[in-house]
């Protein structure tokens, strides 16, 4: 059974950090790529940033330069640094692990930023 536990949610105000954590245990082998989707309220669920198991990365342009996805494949953790945050980006953040033809969620962390 494999679990993706998420870590690092909270409220902030507009133009502060914060970083989520992810860490894959169980009878995981072989993560391919690790991201970050997020879902705001009546929206769709959508990317946020991916990284392979080479370290290449993926953005969405809403989010270049202000976030910074990294991993550890030694701990099969994922992190997301998360800076000058803004109101849009309130939602609901959620971890994605693809692992051989396997595709495993988080239960997600909610980040809200205020104004």
């Known amino acids: 059974q494999v679990q993706l536990v998420e870590s690092g949610g909270g409220l902030v105000q507009a133009g502060e950090s914060l970083r989520l954590s992810c860490a894959a245990s169980?009878?995981?082998?072989?993560?391919?790529?690790m991201a970050w989707y997020r879902q705001a309220p009546g929206k769709e669920r959508e990317l946020v940033a991916a990284?392979?198991?080479?370290?290449?990365?993926n953005y969405a342009d809403s989010v270049k330069g202000r976030f910074t996805i990294s991993r550890d494949n030694a701990k099969n953790t994922v992190y997301l640094q998360m800076n000058s945050l803004k109101p849009e980006d309130t939602a609901v953040y959620y971890c994605?692990?693809?692992?051989?033809?396997?595709?495993?969620w988080g239960q997600g962390t909610q980040v809200t930023v205020s104004s």
């Open positions: 994605n692990v693809r692992a051989l033809s396997y595709v495993y």
């Open positions: 990284i392979t198991n080479g370290g290449t990365t």
């Open positions: 169980g009878s995981i082998f072989s993560i391919a790529v």
